[in-house]
């Protein structure tokens, strides 16, 4: 049963409403007792009607209510809708804050399918909800005002109506009941559902070329989770409509009732009849919309409920340096990054483990020294390690113990995010932005660099800064991607096979010429890379293997 107190659409009103709420609820009741003045006016008109004929200042009174009203309704579900929309807005924009702020092993974590439903857009469902309140809202009044009229026509006349209107809420609301169940089921069914259409989504391009997949992945996922979808969302439609169709009926029948039995039972004449059966008509009509709402109020909830339990799990999963950060605003200062010396790690871990909390592979650095100007590759097999550490060199992934030092200072006077924008980080897997994000050179210094990386005939900067197109070979999308690392321009680069999707040509560009380059210029590059032909290039490198720095890398003393 929905807990208005506690539920969260009528929290988000109240939380986002301000000053301006006390002007809504005041503009809601006048908007109500408007409708409830346009009522009685009608009501005299109809007497005037059978008696000397309807009088002038009864049509203007009806004129002036209708007007009031119009102003009055106008401005409360504009201004309401409003309301809804920013609190909403802004309650995403604070979600999806948080999500940047988690680490990046529990975004690994994460289930993306539900991120991506409870973060899909609601916001014409609650603003939706909140019109349809304001106007229930202005009905209740209205009706709450046509029976204190009833009242004054025949107390036991009006007793009966109530009683009766009372009985068909209650079923009513029995109907209803238990709803919120079914809108469980119903919300994690589609949740799997929207995981399956992820996978739809993202193995687009397997699944075109292999009839066998995308047989497989729409009967035993798709179609299944779209049936359990359908059939929890079935059960909720059947219970609203039954409830409301129940409700539709019995509202008839009080206006039979009233109109075929009070007469006789309670020996009313024809004015008081017709007087308690148009009031009752006129109320029962906004009661209907106003049962209409539970339907679409249950939906927003189970939205918002959705909504709530990804931010408490996001502020669960944040990274303690991002709390403070996330919590107050996203847009504050980008750090200042103090020039590279030299970073050292001395016995580090890193484990992984699985849901049972097994371990399932760790990294364990001895001591790892990196100086200022040095190029350094990491070589290894297959699983051994290397982006692991990388991912705990560059602060992704948090070590579970060992020290950090940079330029000979721990890391934790440094703090994490200060630390973290040391390096420009190409990983084996990386998303190409339209932009060149977080870079502040001009465009035709970004075109200087197009030309270094030899795309420049194929990728050129549009006057926005954005890039002309993203429609690239791997080759080319790893070259983009490459350019934007250099303009970052930090001191320190981590480079993760880059040069795997590379020609021969660029390949022996990469080693040969840019590389010993940045070198030059002073740069510190630290490479996974299983070019062993240039390996000559490097000052030193060293092996990886089940999670361990071994012996046979090779230095070099380089004149
Ligand atoms: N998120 C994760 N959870 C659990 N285990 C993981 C996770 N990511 C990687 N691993 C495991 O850690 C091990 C090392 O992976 P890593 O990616 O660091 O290897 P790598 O040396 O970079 O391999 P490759 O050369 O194939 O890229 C692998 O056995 C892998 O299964």
């Known amino acids: 049963m929905l807990d208005i107190k506690n539920s969260y659409f009528f929290t988000l009103l109240r939380s986002r409403s ?16 408007m409708q409830g003045l346009a009522v009685f006016t009608v009501l005299q008109g109809l007497e005037q009607l059978c008696d000397t004929g309807i009088r002038f200042h009864t049509f203007l009174a009806f004129l002036v209510c209708l007007g009031i009203f119009y102003y009055l309704f106008r401005y409360m579900t504009e201004h309401a809708a409003l309301i809804a929309l920013r609190g909403v ?27 991506q439903s409870a973060l899909v857009d609601e916001r014409e469902m609650v603003v939706e909800a909140t019109r349809m309140l304001m106007a229930s809202a202005a009905s209740t009044i209205m009706i709450l005002v046509s029976f204190l009229k009833m009242f004054t026509v025949s107390v036991p006349g009006a007793l009966v109506v109530i009683v009766f209107l009372c009985l068909g809420l209650v079923i009513f609301l029995r109907l209803v009941h238990g709803v919120y169940a079914f809108m469980e089921t119903a919300g994690s069914a589609e949740t799997d559902f929207s995981a399956s259409l992820l996978d739809l989504q993202d193995g687009f391009r397997q699944l075109k070329q292999h009839k066998p997949k995308t047989s497989d992945l729409f009967a035993n996922y798709v179609m299944p989770g779209l049936g359990r979808a359908a059939a929890a969302r079935k059960a909720t439609e059947r219970r609203h409509a039954l409830a409301i169709s129940f409700f539709a009926v019995f509202n008839l029948l009080i206006l039979g009732l009233i109109l075929f039995l009070m007469p006789g039972f309670l020996g009313l004449d024809v004015t008081a009849t017709s007087t308690i059966l148009v009031l009752s008509m006129f109320s029962l009509s906004p009661m209907m919309s106003l049962v209409g709402f ?21 502020d669960s999963m944040a990274e303690e340096f991002e709390i403070k950060g996330i919590a107050t605003h996203w847009q504050h200062k980008d750090p200042v990054v103090p020039p590279f010396e030299s970073l050292c790690l001395r016995d580090v871990r890193f484990d992984y483990f699985d849901k049972q909390g097994m371990r399932v592979f760790g990294i364990h650095v001895d001591e790892f020294v990196l100086r200022r100007g040095e190029l350094v590759f990491i070589r290894g097999g297959n699983g051994s390690g290397k982006s692991t550490f990388m991912n705990v060199l560059s602060g992704l992934y948090a070590a579970q113990s060992g020290m950090f030092f940079c330029n000979d200072r721990p890391l934790a006077d440094w703090g994490m995010e200060v630390y973290r924008n040391l390096f420009a980080v190409l990983p084996s897997e990386f998303h190409l932005f339209r932009t060149p994000l977080g870079v502040h050179a001009p465009a035709d210094q970004v075109e200087d660099v197009l030309r270094l990386m030899r795309i420049e005939s194929k990728v050129s900067v549009n006057q926005d800064g954005s890039f002309s197109t993203l429609e690239l070979s791997a080759g080319q999308r790893k070259r983009l991607a490459l350019a934007c690392a250099l303009l970052e321009d930090r001191d320190v680069y981590l480079f993760d096979e880059v040069a795997a999707d590379f020609d021969p040509g660029f390949r022996n560009f990469f080693y040969e010429s840019l590389l010993p380059d940045l070198q030059r210029k002073g740069k510190t590059i630290l490479a996974i890379s299983h070019d062993d032909r240039y390996f000559h290039v490097a000052d030193r490198v060293l092996c990886m293997r089940d999670g361990v720095f071994t012996e046979n890398g090779h230095d070099k003393e380089k004149s």
């Open 89 to 115: 807005m802004e309650w995403r924009m604070r979600v999806a804050t948080k999500l940047r702020g988690i680490s990046l092993k529990e975004y690994d974590k994460l289930d993306k399918g539900w991120v």
């Open 18 to 33: 301000g000053p301006e709420g006390t002007k809504l609820v005041a503009a809601c009741l006048a908007a109500g007792l």
């Open 294 to 314: 539970v339907p679409l109020l249950t939906k927003v909830e189970m939205n918002l409920q959705d909504l709530t339990s990804l931010e408490q799990r996001l």
